[in-house]
């Protein structure tokens, strides 16, 4: 069972209207440090730390240029900790000013029944297992790109990035991936990844449209891993149905993903449903 606590320093969204998103607390504050100084101090900033502050930008540039806009990120904080670590989550994150509206305080084993309830519109962390767990079970889901370097880390530009490996499949591609031995679970783990994406891309094409060419506080990008250049044309195509224009796109063409992502450095890197899986993760 869950226990929600609204932020009263925060002005609540309508759900109904905003994207609303659940955030891994192991993602926004470390897990692993230990605290030296007590139960008192703030917790220590976690690696996708920057992608709070980046989604405020967004919300901030919106707000400016509609005082009425309802279309914002509403951020609920998920956390599986203990409850005597609760109060302290809270208070780090007023702390820091983080635009937090709910905190949802869960067992691991009721993290999927909650984000099911609570209208998420995608469950965001940086533990892989975590979101290929929740893509299994229908509930929109994506990694936090870690940005572990202090120096490089981007606040004042959300970059999302999609896979084009799950957007611009075809039957006839999950048919030669079925030849190749991937067993029908795994084929729809492949195809679930692909229906949670869409309503995600499209509330991603109408912020983005708020938004000038230059300038814009939301950077959308695609790229391709494994998948043909042919592919990566058709994922362009289908955005494009979805009405959402990438800023930027990348056909690797089964060349590995880490330079351009450690290029790109993006806070949400939508998997392709394969990423776990033997012989896929060699791409990274």
């Given at each position: 069972m869950d226990s929600m606590v609204r932020n009263p320093d925060v002005k609540q969204r309508d759900a109904a209207q905003a994207v609303v998103v659940a955030v891994s607390s192991d993602a926004i504050f470390d897990p692993e440090v230990e605290q030296v100084h007590g139960a008192t101090e703030p917790l220590r900033k976690g690696d996708a730390f920057s992608f709070m502050k980046a989604i405020q930008v967004v919300n901030e540039r919106l707000l400016t240029l509609n005082s009425d806009e309802t279309l914002l990120f509403d951020v609920i904080l998920l956390s599986n900790d203990s409850e005597e670590k609760h109060s302290r989550i809270i208070a780090s994150a007023k702390h820091y000013g983080l635009d937090i509206g709910r905190f949802c305080f869960c067992?691991?084993?009721d993290s999927i029944e909650s984000l099911q309830s609570n209208n998420v519109k995608l469950f965001l962390s940086t533990d892989t297992n975590d979101v290929c767990k929740a893509l299994q079970k229908g509930v929109p889901a994506a990694l936090l790109y870690r940005q572990t370097d202090p120096h490089?880390?981007?606040?004042?530009?959300?970059?999302?990035?999609?896979?084009g490996d799950v957007?611009?499949?075809?039957?006839?591609?999950?048919?030669?991936?079925?030849?190749?031995?991937?067993?029908?679970?795994?084929?729809q783990g492949f195809k679930t990844a692909k229906?949670?994406?869409?309503?995600?891309?499209?509330?991603?094409?109408?912020?983005?449209?708020?938004?000038?060419?230059?300038?814009?506080p939301l950077c959308t990008g695609l790229m391709t891993v494994w998948s043909s250049r042919d592919v990566c044309a058709s994922a362009l195509k289908t955005l494009r149905g979805w009405g959402l224009l990438v800023d930027e796109a990348f056909c690797l063409a089964g060349a590995p993903r880490s330079p351009i992502l450690n290029l790109v450095r993006p806070h949400i890197l939508c998997l392709d449903g394969l990423y776990h899986m033997e012989g896929f993760t060699a791409m990274s």
């Amino acid at each position: 069972m869950d226990s929600m606590v609204r932020n009263p320093d925060v002005k609540q969204r309508d759900a109904a209207q905003a994207v609303v998103v659940a955030v891994s607390s192991d993602a926004i504050f470390d897990p692993e440090v230990e605290q030296v100084h007590g139960a008192t101090e703030p917790l220590r900033k976690g690696d996708a730390f920057s992608f709070m502050k980046a989604i405020q930008v967004v919300n901030e540039r919106l707000l400016t240029l509609n005082s009425d806009e309802t279309l914002l990120f509403d951020v609920i904080l998920l956390s599986n900790d203990s409850e005597e670590k609760h109060s302290r989550i809270i208070a780090s994150a007023k702390h820091y000013g983080l635009d937090i509206g709910r905190f949802c305080f869960c067992n691991k084993e009721d993290s999927i029944e909650s984000l099911q309830s609570n209208n998420v519109k995608l469950f965001l962390s940086t533990d892989t297992n975590d979101v290929c767990k929740a893509l299994q079970k229908g509930v929109p889901a994506a990694l936090l790109y870690r940005q572990t370097d202090p120096h490089h880390q981007t606040e004042d530009q959300l970059k999302v990035v999609f896979s084009g490996d799950v957007i611009g499949s075809s039957e006839e591609m999950l048919h030669g991936l079925r030849e190749q031995g991937f067993t029908e679970t795994q084929l729809q783990g492949f195809k679930t990844a692909k229906g949670s994406v869409k309503e995600f891309a499209v509330l991603m094409g109408e912020m983005r449209r708020r938004f000038g060419l230059e300038g814009s506080p939301l950077c959308t990008g695609l790229m391709t891993v494994w998948s043909s250049r042919d592919v990566c044309a058709s994922a362009l195509k289908t955005l494009r149905g979805w009405g959402l224009l990438v800023d930027e796109a990348f056909c690797l063409a089964g060349a590995p993903r880490s330079p351009i992502l450690n290029l790109v450095r993006p806070h949400i890197l939508c998997l392709d449903g394969l990423y776990h899986m033997e012989g896929f993760t060699a791409m990274s």
